[in-house]
């Protein structure tokens, strides 16, 4: 589930690694929170330019704020695990294989999230995303339980929305629900 709310510019770098690294089998959800029609226009020519990536799109007429989409997108989706996936990021190879090997390695794991190369630090010159997960796969399969996994890009089980319910909207445009989320899993005993 990819939420999107204008910005092009980051939203194109998003989609041009999930494609580039799409698994067979997968489906995207893209929720359109209310964009302008430039960002609309692309989104539009993105699906009719990617016949091969299986795409639904959500179209929300006015922006309902970040957690009002995710929960839109999270809504419809039908797999055993989904992933919420910030616009702002940009996925490696086999990104999303790790995450589930992870997940379906222990009943007990609900939600997994990445590392990232931009908790506050990013790539010496010269280096990419890419470069840093050629790197990590040396710790594949390594893994640190935490209090809370955070909302760029969360991998969550189907039985974790299902016992907890969605996102908290209380939470207005975001900041904390994944904090809020991952806190109500653990007390559901994940």
């Not at 020519?45 to 007429?61: C, K, L, S, T, Y």
């Not at 989409?69 to 996925?91: H, M, P, Q, Y």
Request: aromatic letters at 8%; proline letters at 2%; charged letters at 25%.
């Amino acid at each position: 589930v990819l939420t999107v709310f204008d910005n092009i510019k980051m939203t194109s770098e998003c989609l041009a690694s999930v494609v580039r690294h799409f698994r067979d089998g997968d489906r995207l959800i893209i929720v359109d929170n209310g964009s302008e029609d430039v960002t609309r226009n692309y989104l539009e020519n993105f699906i009719a330019d990617h016949g091969n990536v299986p795409v639904e799109m959500v179209r929300i007429q006015a922006n309902q704020g970040f957690l009002r989409a995710a929960n839109a997108g999270l809504k419809i989706s039908t797999k055993s695990t989904v992933c919420l996936l910030s616009n702002d990021t940009v996925v490696t190879d086999g990104w999303l294989d790790r995450m589930c090997g992870l997940i379906e390695r222990d009943t007990r794991i609900g939600i997994v999230n990445p590392m990232s190369t931009t908790f506050g630090l990013y790539p010496a010159k010269g280096r990419t995303p890419d470069d840093i997960a050629a790197e990590l796969k040396a710790k594949r399969g390594e893994y640190a339980e935490s209090a809370s996994c955070v909302g760029f890009c969360m991998l969550i089980k189907k039985s974790v929305i299902d016992n907890i319910g969605f996102l908290d909207e209380a939470y207005g445009d975001g900041y904390f629900e994944d904090t809020d989320f991952c806190r109500r899993a653990i007390s559901a005993g994940f």
